[in-house]
């Protein structure tokens, strides 16, 4: 399995970003997708996650109302949606392929939130 992390970069606060993750090597389908993110010197934590099955989401609460979390099973593809930015945004977000077998990571990509 493989995934890519795409659209990160610099935007100020209060702007948007669309981050992209594309999966390949498996069935898409089967696995549980997340969103997690690593800001320097603090731990990895979950911003927000989406089931195979039913699609069911769930966000960390200080992402609640601002980030949403989609996928797209034709095109392999999970996104999250980011808006109201702020300073403490800041991180290198991954994306998280998981079954109860699997788990695979991608690169990051970064998000500087900054003015």
């Known amino acids: 399995v493989q995934l890519v992390e795409s659209g990160g970069g610099l935007v100020q606060p209060g702007g948007s970003l669309r981050l992209s993750c594309a999966f390949s090597g498996f069935t898409f389908s089967r696995f549980a997708m997340s969103w997690h993110r690593q800001a320097p010197g603090k731990e990895r934590e979950l911003v927000a996650s989406?089931?195979?099955?039913?699609?069911?989401?769930n966000y960390a609460d200080s992402m609640k109302g601002r980030f949403t979390i989609s996928r797209d099973n034709a095109k392999n593809t999970v996104y999250l949606q980011m808006n109201s930015l702020k300073l403490e945004d800041t991180a290198v977000y991954y994306c998280?392929?998981?079954?109860?077998?699997?788990?695979?990571w991608g690169q990051g990509t970064q998000v500087t939130v900054s003015s």
């Open positions: 998280n392929a998981r079954t109860y077998l699997h788990d695979y």
């Open positions: 989406i089931t195979n099955v039913d699609g069911r989401t």
